[in-house]
C-alpha cells in the first residue's frame, strides 16, 4: 500500500523559514498533480500551493511570493519552501498526489505540524 511521508515541519520564528518534503513509500504510477494543503484549527482544510506533471503551478494568495513549490517526477517527490512566514501560516500541512486515471488515486499525507511563534 502506497503511503506518503512528510518531513520538515516545526516551530520556526516569524520570518523564518522551513521546506516541506513529501515522498511516496512503494510504487506508483505517474503523479498528475502534486500539491500541498494546510489546515488551521477550526478552518477547513485548504489548498497552499499545486504543481502539475509539466511544472505548471498555482498558489494561494496568501502565500504567493512566499512560497515555492516544486517537484522531482523521477523520485515523485515534492517539497514546499517557505519563505517569510507569519503566525497565520501555523497549520499542519498535508501533501496530496491525484492522479486522473488510469488508475485514478487520490492519496494523502499524515500531515506535518508548522508552527510559527516567537
Known amino acids: 500500500q502506497v503511503q506518503l511521508v512528510e518531513s520538515g515541519g516545526g516551530l520556526v520564528q516569524p520570518g523564518g523559514s522551513l521546506r516541506l518534503s513529501c515522498a511516496a513509500s512503494?510504487?506508483?504510477?505517474?503523479?498528475?498533480?502534486m500539491g500541498w494543503y494546510r489546515q488551521a484549527p477550526g478552518k477547513l482544510r485548504e489548498l497552499v500551493a499545486g504543481?502539475?506533471?509539466?511544472?505548471?503551478?498555482v498558489y494561494a494568495d496568501s502565500v504567493k511570493g512566499r512560497f515555492t513549490i516544486s517537484r522531482d517526477n523521477a523520485k515523485n517527490t515534492v517539497s514546499l519552501q517557505m519563505n517569510s512566514l507569519n503566525p497565520e501560516d501555523t497549520a499542519v500541512y498535508y501533501c496530496?498526489?491525484?492522479?486522473?486515471?488510469?488508475?485514478?488515486?487520490?492519496?494523502w499525507g499524515q500531515g506535518t505540524q508548522v508552527t510559527v511563534s516567537s
Open positions: 496530496n498526489f491525484h492522479r486522473a486515471g488510469p488508475p485514478v488515486y487520490n492519496y
Open positions: 512503494g510504487s506508483i504510477a505517474s503523479v498528475t498533480t
Open positions: 504543481i502539475t506533471t509539466g511544472g505548471r503551478t
